[in-house]
């Protein structure tokens, strides 16, 4: 019954024998974090032992985000910190880390890559042997016509910056200025929930105020682009038919499942609900069903009940 929604996008909701079967077929599991795993600094309910019994089982477990902001170094300690006992290095495909294998493999990069962006895709990158155009701090009354720019910048890449500033954006427009400068996304998130009910604006946003400026647009290298299961893919050799994507946000997660041809469940435990999802299943506009999921989940907890059924 689980399997005969698969491509149908039917918001199909799965409950006991239904999520035995689907993960029956399936031999790869792709999880987003925040929102489906974790919530801030708090595991969601099940998902440790979620992780765990998929491993026991033979199942192949990768996490795929487009929080840029730390390494995957940092991201092993927060799986660690939470529970998650057996989470290796090699399964964390971030938007930081994809930018840089992009960078590195995809674009070979022959200069320095500008960056307005945080610590992880820092570290990223420099871990990637990427070069990186050193930002020097700004002289008092500097302005865009006086400030430095690098002639060895080849490449503009945007992701979350708490730090972003006027200047910033000034110096990656005069760089898109060059037809042959790279422009690059980490994600388009546009933002992201915080506790008490509050949001920080995303990548996505910053990445819309320089298309803007520039009349550029960006190649975005999260998700919903395939080119982190193309990553993933390339390092593991992943079947996308054998696949199963589970996120708790339409317009990424479950759209990127949809564009790499991989089944799809949204949680319900993070940003998207079921009356959104309910609302892209229903729509005439194709790019918006694409966005509705195959299964619906409460949680990842739903995963562990039916497997110890």
Known sequence: MAGAAVGGRGCVTLRGA?????????????????????????????????????KQRG???????????????????????????????????????????????????????????????????????VPVA????????????????????????VGYDENFTFMKLAKACCYLRSSECLFLATDPDPWHPLRGGRVT???????AALETASSRKATVIGKPSRFMFDCISSQFGLDPARSLM???????????????????????????????????????EPQQKHCAPDYVMESVADILQALEE
Request: net charge negative; charged share 25%.
């Open 18 to 54: 239904q999520i035995r079967d689907l993960l029956d077929a399936k031999h790869d599991v792709l999880f987003d974090c925040d929102g489906v795993i974790w919530n801030g600094e708090t595991a969601v309910t099940g998902a440790p032992e979620v992780v765990s019994l998929l």
């Open 59 to 129: 199942k192949r477990v990768f996490f795929v985000t487009n929080n840029c902001t730390r390494p995957r170094e940092n991201y092993v300690q927060k799986f660690s910190r939470l529970g998650f006992t057996d989470v290796a290095e090699e399964e964390i495909f971030s938007s930081a880390y994809c930018s840089a294998a992009y960078l590195r493999d995809v674009a070979r990069l022959q200069g320095k890559v500008y960056v307005i962006g945080c610590g992880g895709v820092m570290k990223e990158l420099r871990d990637a042997g």
């Open 134 to 157: 050193e930002e020097e701090d700004a002289e008092p009354g500097a302005s865009i016509y006086t400030c430095p720019l690098d002639p060895d910048v080849k490449a503009v890449l």
């Open 201 to 207: 604006p995303g990548s996505g946003s910053l990445t």
């Open 246 to 284: 589970i996120g708790d946000r339409l317009e990424t997660d479950v759209l990127f499942g949809s564009n790499c041809g991989l089944a799809t469940v949204l949680t319900l435990t993070g940003v998207s609900t079921l009356q959104e999802a309910l609302a892209f299943r229903d729509s005439q």
